[in-house]
């Protein structure tokens, strides 16, 4: 993120024309945009959900319980910092996603000499690089199934067990182009070690709109169901009702998940 930002306030210090810095609402871009904001001296907006026009926007608050206007004065003629949740905006046919990678050497030696991090940067210290191991499924934020696991699938064992078969069943299904399905995850299931944090939807981790969500013992913190509540269909599964996650769902199966998903998963 430090390499990022320094190489991003390089550029607009050289580009006066730009009007918009924007990222799309995922973890990395969450870890850069501040510090951009910070050492640029301007005021982002985050999350945004809305266009309304070129100085309004729509985004929401308070875990999503509410949808804000932010608004910039029609004489401001600044530069804006904004992050959008991607699954409002969708690609078209004719639009494309390109990918830069800054770990090539062919772009590091492109940088500014500004854009460079000493080894001493103070509070930064380098420990190691953990990538997540190609899975071929779609990224969370791109994903048209989803299947989450919670802390109803008690262990790591089990949470793997029960859970990537059923996500991997999906590419039986033409519906959703014959694609596996993602993997997703509870903050309580990361914290104990179940997964990467990289597979984390909440609040505090990201925010994903599939087609298509199936939530397995999960009971629906706020914090996760920020994360989530955009989706289309919503599934759960869990041997306990009254759940907050009801709240939510189109669909309620109440069940052990230990029965449930491997029946789940033969049928799909």
Do not use: W
Request: aromatic residues 6%.
């Amino acid at each position: 993120p430090e390499l990022v930002t320094n190489y991003l306030k390089a550029i607009l210090k050289n580009e006066k024309d730009i009007t918009n810095v924007i990222f799309n609402t995922q973890t990395l871009s969450k870890a850069i945009f501040p510090r951009l904001s910070a050492q640029l001296n301007i005021q982002p907006t985050n999350d945004i959900v809305k266009i309304v026009d070129e100085n309004s926007f729509i985004k929401p608050m308070f875990a999503g319980n509410i949808l804000s206007k932010v608004e910039y004065s029609p004489s401001h003629s600044g530069l804006k910092i904004l992050t959008f949740r991607t699954g409002n905006f969708p690609l078209s046919e004719s639009e494309q996603v390109t990918e830069i990678n800054l770990n090539e050497q062919s772009n590091i030696a492109s940088l500014p000499d500004s854009a460079s991090i000493s080894a001493d940067t103070p509070f930064n210290k380098f420990v190691k690089v953990e990538l997540p191991q190609d899975t071929g499924r779609p990224d969370l934020s791109q994903a048209k199934v989803i299947v989450t696991g919670g802390r109803g699938l008690k262990t790591k064992e089990n949470f793997e067990k029960l859970i990537t078969p059923l996500a991997d069943s999906f590419a039986n299904v033409a519906k959703y182009n014959n694609t596996k399905a993602s993997i997703g995850a509870t903050r309580a299931v990361v914290d104990l070690g179940f997964v990467n944090n990289s597979l984390q939807i909440g609040q505090t981790g990201k925010i994903v709109q599939p087609e298509l969500y199936v939530a397995c013992g999960v009971s629906g913190a706020i914090q996760h169901l920020a994360g989530m509540k955009g989706s289309k269909v919503v599934v759960g599964i869990n041997k306990e009702e009254g759940q907050p996650l009801e709240q939510v769902s189109d669909y309620t199966l109440i069940g052990d998940v230990d029965t449930v998903l491997p029946e789940l998963t033969a049928k799909v």
